[in-house]
Structures are given as structure tokens and as C-alpha cells.
């Protein structure tokens, strides 16, 4: 695939708005129709770049467009050889959207001669409902087949994919966060009633830490409730200090707390008949049942993963009461409130207003069709770092690079 010079067109940050927008027009949507991605024009854009004896590289929002497929990273690299373009690296948050698959990583290679494109590191898999974890992915942007390799053999197959279990979940309320602006798909934040057996700890079992001579039997003299002290690790503050703690076991929790406040909590040793009583009067009172409330976000994920709490990245499944099969990550009550309280909703209205921005900003001859060249009727120079043209909107500096098109 050739730099063609006569066929250079406008690009913008607005290719930066989101994994699948659409093209800067018409024309250009309908050859981005599905078929053989790896035969249309190429195009690229970014918060910065330049033009390199051996190709491109773009920093910040890179992305690559050809056809219905994008790839964005923090920076991606195109290599040339005797004019054509023939590979395309991405590193850095890593995401390959095709129309029906979403394919996140940490590195990508685009060779275009073959057509495959080989996503490594934490890589994620999305089809419709369906999610496949691995180490390495190779999808063919001309079969439109994917397979994740070596992931079995390696022991990481489904690795980061827990499948939660209970006695019942129960889908509470529904909201719709984000809505892809091109296709309409949606993501959605889920809360579920989970209802778990609650299996509190025996007296047998209580008694059995005496097993290690630490262990003390103690009762809380305003409460009357029991627990059982065990040694646990200490821990090193901020001030380096060391914390010396002891962990209490209950019947139904258990948790750590620092020796020097023990005096505080009322705990004192028990005998084994005042503990024994303690405990079995506590016991008789735990329900059956324990209901407690988790929120999952799912549906289109990948649009809005570096939105979404970096704790943990695990993407959990679960079958409702209903029959519903539900695939997504699990947030927090407090990033819930947050999420909430500053309008989750807008962020496909901001990607927007990022678009409508770069198009105002640029003429109207910038978004012309790759069979018009942005140089002129006369020969086009040969393409520069200082044809990257700076230009500023509301939201930020726009990087206007060229687009690579087959000759």
C-alpha cells in the first residue's frame, strides 16, 4: 500500500473520539463498508506526529483507521518500504475494534501484507456477550477471524475471567452510561442483589485455633459477644514505624486490628464455657441467608475501559435469576456515586463536542476524499514534519496529519 502524494487527505483529531466513529464522510463510509478491510485507504491522526524517513509516528490518541477497523494506542509507528506501507506498530493501551469484535492489549503489530494483526500482553477478547482472555491474539483483518495463541498451553486461557457464584442475583436498576455514537451499542451500569448462605464458623472450629498456644478465647464485656484472637502480620507505617496486630475471629467475619487498641474494645479472656456460651448464642441468631448489593458495568466495555477503576481489571460473569447471562466488570459503590454525581452520560457528548470542534476548525476542502489532493492540482511536494498543521479548538491542539491510501 503505497504513500500515494496525489491522494493525501485530511485527517483530524476527530478520528480520536472514540474506537468506531464514523469516517469524515459519505463517500468514505461507503468504502469502509465490510468486505476486505485490508483493501481500503488508511488513515491516521493523532495529538502529534511527524513524518519519518521510514514512515510515520504518532503520539498521543494515535489512531489508525482502514475501513470498519481502528487501532488506538498511546503511540503507534508505520513503517514503508520503497513507498508502500507494510507495518503498523501500537504501544501503550492498546485497542483493535473491528465491527463485530473489540480486542484489547498492550502492544499491537499490523503487518499488512498478510493482513494479521497480533495484539500481545493482558489481551481481551469481546464478541457480542462472549469474552476470551489470553496473552496473545492474531486476528485477520481479511478472514475476520480471531484466535487467541498459546493461551491454553500456558495456563492463562480465561485468566481474568471469574465466574461469580450465589444462591441468587437479582437485577435492581439499569442505567445506560454511554452510547456509542456510530453503531448505538451501550454500556450499562447493572446493580444486583446478590444473596449468598451465609456458613459461619462452628464452635468446633473456634476452639480449634487453640491449637496454636497464641490463640486466646475472648468475650466482649459490654457486648457479649465472642472471638477468638490469633497472631496475624504486622504492618510498617507511614513514619516507619512498626504496627504490631492480632486478627479476631467471629463467627460469620473476622478482621485485624492494632494490639495497642485492644485495651479499648472491651475484649477480655473468657474460659471455655463462658466462650462456648458466647459463641452459640451468636450463631443461633445468624440468618440463613445475607444479602448485599454489587454493581457491575457491562455491555460496550472497551470504549470506556481507562474510565473505569484501575484496582482491579477482572472481568466477571454471572446468571441472574432470570436466566440473563451477564459479562462485565465489577466497580464500587463509591465510584457508582461519583460516576453518578458527575454525569457518566456525557462522556459520548464530550468525544462529540471533540469532533464537531475539529470540524469547525478546519475548511471545508479539509475533509475531501482521498481521490482529491489537499496540495493542489499542480504536483504535491513530498510530505514533511511541517505538514503537520496545528490548529486550536475548545478542547485542545489539533495535529492535522495526511491520509495513506492505496495508489
Known sequence: MKLSKSKLTIAGAALLT???????????????????????????????????????????????????????????????????????????????????????????????????????????LTQGKSVLTGSRLVYNVRTETARIEGAIASGTYDAGLETLRAESFVVTDRQTIYTHPRTGAQTRLLTITERKRNHPVTLAEAIGNLDDPRAVLLVNERSGRAAVQVPTTSVMLDDGEIERRVRLIRPIEAHNIPVKTMPETHWVEADRDAFASAWNAEIAEVPEFSDSTLHMVTGLLLPIWKRLPNESTRVYRLQTDAGERIIGRRVSPAWVAHATATGVASWSMNWSMRRTAWR??????????????????????????????ARKSASATIFRPGLASSS
Not at 478546519?362 to 489532493?373: E, H, I, K, Q, Y
Open 18 to 124: 472514540a474506537l468506531m466513529l464514523p469516517a469524515v464522510s459519505g463517500a468514505q463510509n461507503a468504502a469502509a463498508g465490510r468486505g476486505d478491510a485490508s483493501r481500503q485507504p488508511v488513515q491516521y491522526g493523532a495529538d502529534s506526529g511527524e513524518y519519518t524517513p521510514d514512515g510515520f509516528s504518532l503520539r498521543g490518541r494515535a489512531e489508525v483507521t482502514q475501513g470498519g477497523n481502528r487501532l488506538r494506542a498511546d503511540a503507534i509507528r508505520g513503517f514503508t518500504s520503497n513507498g508502500d506501507l507494510n507495518r503498523i506498530e501500537a504501544t501503550g493501551g492498546v485497542y483493535f475494534v473491528t465491527p463485530d469484535q473489540s480486542m484489547k492489549g498492550d502492544r499491537a503489530v499490523y503487518t499488512l501484507n498478510d493482513g494479521n494483526v497480533v495484539v500481545t500482553g493482558d489481551v481481551i
Open 360 to 389: 469547525r476548525s478546519c475548511p471545508a476542502s479539509s475533509a475531501t476524499m482521498a481521490s482529491t489532493s489537499i496540495w493542489g492540482p499542480t504536483p504535491s511536494p513530498t510530505p514533511t514534519a511541517s505538514s503537520w498543521t
